[in-house]
């Protein structure tokens, strides 16, 4: 069974930075794509980043040249780096990982920026 597990959220004022992990177990982790969703009170979740079994990766245009994702394949672990964090930024940080067309979620992480 597949786990998904993120971590690395909390509170931070805005301009500072937070690393969110993601590690996902009981599948083979280079081969899932994973995807950071967030979702803020009262809105639906959006994408934020997502990272291929091959490397690439894409960005929501309201992150771009300020989150970067990168994945450690030796520790089945993705990464967030959230650096330049807005209050807009508030929201819970949901991670998931597909492989083989199914998909697992994580129970999310809560990012707050505060002003």
């Known amino acids: 069974q597949v786990q998904v597990v993120e971590s690395g959220g909390g509170l931070v004022q805005a301009g500072g930075s937070l690393r969110l992990s993601c590690t996902v177990s009981?599948?083979?982790?280079?081969?899932?794509?994973i995807t950071w969703y967030r979702q803020a009170p009262g809105k639906q979740r959006e994408l934020v980043a997502a990272?291929?079994?091959?490397?690439?990766?894409v960005y929501a245009d309201s992150v771009k040249g300020r989150f970067t994702i990168s994945r450690d394949n030796a520790k089945n672990t993705v990464y967030l780096q959230m650096n330049s964090l807005k209050p807009e930024d508030t929201a819970v940080y949901y991670c998931?990982?597909?492989?083989?067309?199914?998909?697992?979620w994580g129970q999310g992480t809560q990012v707050t920026v505060s002003s």
């Open positions: 009981g599948s083979i982790f280079s081969r899932n794509a």
């Open positions: 990272v291929s079994s091959a490397g690439s990766t």
């Open positions: 998931k990982a597909v492989i083989g067309g199914y998909s697992s």
